[in-house]
Nanobody
Framework: QLQLVESGGGLVQPGGSLTLSCAGS????????VAWYRQAPEKEREWIGCVRFSSSGLSPEYADSAAGRFTISRDSAGNTVHLHMNNLKPEDSRVYSC??????????????????WGRGTQVTVSS
């Protein structure tokens, strides 16, 4: 079972920035579409954005609520996908998870489309 591993979560002050990372455990993400989600206790999972990798480069897509503050990138080797978060607010405090599916043709919003998931990393925005 291929597994994703998130890292980089923690405590950050309001207005601060944080970068989360998503890596494949034993495999590279170079051929995968990757999405980021977040979820608060007893709330529905919220799609943040996704990215696919093709010969033309990265093709990120973002939720309206994330555009402008959140950015998805990938390292040059294609092994790790990052979620850069700026101007964080207390309401951004959630468990953040990444998901992946092996394809370069598209990425999707629906969680059921992805085959592999990480366990998530907690982000807490508080003074």
């Amino acid at each position: 079972q291929l597994q994703l591993v998130e890292s980089g979560g923690g405590l950050v002050q309001p207005g601060g920035s944080l970068t989360l990372s998503c890596a494949g455990s034993g495999f590279t993400l170079a051929d995968y579409a990757v999405a980021w989600y977040r979820q608060a206790p007893e709330k529905e999972r919220e799609w943040i954005g996704c990215v696919r990798f093709s010969s033309s480069g990265l093709s990120p897509e973002y939720a309206d609520s994330a555009a402008g503050r959140f950015t998805i990138s990938r390292d040059s080797a294609g092994n790790t996908v990052h979620l850069h978060m700026n101007n964080l607010k207390p309401e951004d405090s959630r468990v953040y998870s990444c998901a992946a599916r092996r394809t370069s043709s598209m990425c999707a919003k629906a969680p059921f489309w992805y085959d592999h998931w990480g366990r998530g990393t907690q982000v807490t925005v508080s003074s």
